[in-house]
């Protein structure tokens, strides 16, 4: 089996309005659980930053730039924790819905060699809401 875990990318920020939310994100808990990890020795593949925030989101959104710099934090941690650059895991981002100028504005913001693998979500027959 691989392992992909989803990390809270929310933690620490406050709802603005309505799906929308700002701040800094606190990665103390993200730093912790990846440490964890690590030191039970688990084979984690690739770690996820958050949950369809992207665009529009669906229950919140985080503006592309924000979350860009988020993106390089995380992979300071990843950087910082994992001694060896083969024993590092991937990093995927952003695991939400398609949009073409947000997913432009993040690329522009993380730059190259930051984020691994780009993912989003298809709900061809519904999102089930």
């Known amino acids: 089996a691989i392992i992909t875990f ?17 701040g800094k994100w606190n990665s103390t808990n ?9 030191s039970k020795g688990y084979p984690v ?15 919140a959104r985080v503006d ?4 860009g710099k988020d993106v390089i934090e995380l992979k300071s941690i990843l950087r910082q924790l994992y001694r ?9 981002a952003p695991g939400g819905f398609f949009d073409q100028q947000w ?14 693998a780009l993912t989003h979500h298809i709900y061809n027959l519904g999102g089930g809401m």
């Open 103 to 116: 997913y432009t504005q993040l690329l522009q913001t993380s730059g190259h060699g930051v984020v691994n």
């Open 30 to 38: 993200t730093y912790d659980f990846v440490e964890y990890t690590i």
């Open 45 to 59: 593949d690739s770690w996820e930053f958050g949950n369809e925030l992207s665009g529009h989101g669906t229950g």
């Open 6 to 22: 989803g990390l809270n990318a929310l933690h620490g920020r406050y709802n603005v309005q309505r799906s929308f939310w700002a």
């Open 64 to 67: 592309a730039k924000l979350y």
């Open 84 to 92: 060896t650059p083969l024993s590092q895991p991937l990093l995927l």
